[in-house]
Nanobody, 116 residues
Framework: QVQLVESGGGLVQAGGSLRLSCAASFSGSIFSINTMGWYRQAPGKQRELVARDTNDGTTSYADSVKGRFTISRDNTKNTVYLQMNSLTPEDTAVYYC????????WGQGTQVTISS
């Protein structure tokens, strides 16, 4: 099993920055994690992929966050980060960390609220 614990959410003004962290812990036998990333879900909207980082170093981003968000991983700490800059009210959502092996594991979510 994989447990994912997010942190770093909060309330900031538009134009501000936040950094989300997601620490993974492992128990039992699992297949290797090949991808870690972030989704978000705003009220009344579907969950959308924000950014992901694969083991080969490939990163990808939603068009709406390109140039503003940066995903990174520290494999020594089993942690993935999401640096979010130039935040707008449209970024307000619950952000979920995920890790993919043969199955997908989810964190509990962290609220990000951007005030105008």
């Amino acid at each position: 099993q994989v447990q994912l614990v997010e942190s770093g959410g909060g309330l900031v003004q538009a134009g501000g920055s936040l950094r989300l962290s997601c620490a993974a812990s492992f128990s039992g036998s699992i297949f290797s994690i090949n991808t870690m990333g972030w989704y978000r879900q705003a009220p009344g909207k579907q969950r959308e992929l924000v950014a992901r980082d694969t083991n080969d170093g490939t990163t990808s981003y939603a068009d709406s966050v390109k140039g503003r968000f940066t995903i990174s991983r520290d494999n020594t700490k089993n942690t993935v980060y999401l640096q979010m800059n130039s935040l707008t009210p449209e970024d307000t959502a619950v952000y979920y960390c995920y890790a993919r092996s043969m199955v997908i594991y989810w964190g509990q979510g962290t609220q990000v609220t951007i005030s105008s």
